[in-house]
């Protein structure tokens, strides 16, 4: 058994995940809390740290059928030869977490910095902040090892 990504409906993380875990599977869905201004006001709002993602933890061969069809559920992500996540990013992302919600660290950064990854499971990969994205705590960085894009949502970066 390892950990997978499903790509739910928008706004379906939640439901989907009880519904998985209703079935005997393990799911973990981070959240956050940001600011935002609402009627008329600055309100603290619990949002999913991965819009329209969360993790399960199954067997490929023989659960894969049931999540595809779990309500809620798009497809699982790698579709056919689903891609595994390293049990370090789950334990990465559990070590950040106070409660149920994701501390972030924030550091200001600019389009363009080079930058260092200084914990987790990508130490010492080297990449470009590419921005801040919805939330304000998390941000993009373009990753020069793996060649792709990765949330960032803690303090494990600095300028290289």
């Given at each position: ?24 599977i393990e799911t973990f869905s981070p959240k956050i809390k940001t600011t935002r201004y609402r009627r008329g006001g ?15 933890f199954f067997d490929a061969e023989r659960q894969s059928r049931a999540l595809k069809y779990t309500r809620g559920v ?87």
């Amino acid at each position: 058994m390892n950990w997978y990504v499903l790509y739910t409906k928008p706004g379906c993380e939640d439901s989907a995940a009880r519904l998985i875990n209703n079935i005997g599977i393990e799911t973990f869905s981070p959240k956050i809390k940001t600011t935002r201004y609402r009627r008329g006001g600055f309100n603290d709002i619990i949002e999913p740290l991965f819009p329209s993602y969360i993790f399960a933890f199954f067997d490929a061969e023989r659960q894969s059928r049931a999540l595809k069809y779990t309500r809620g559920v798009r497809y699982i992500i790698g579709k056919e030869n689903p891609s595994r996540v390293f049990p370090e990013i789950i334990d990465a992302i559990k070590e950040r977490m106070n409660g149920d919600i994701v501390t972030p660290v924030r550091d200001n950064f600019s389009n363009g910095d080079n930058v260092l990854i200084t914990c987790g499971p990508f130490k010492d990969f080297h990449g470009i902040f590419e921005r801040y994205i919805p939330g304000k705590e998390r941000a993009m960085v373009l990753l020069e090892a793996l060649q792709c894009r990765l949330n960032i949502c803690d303090g494990s970066i600095k300028k290289a």
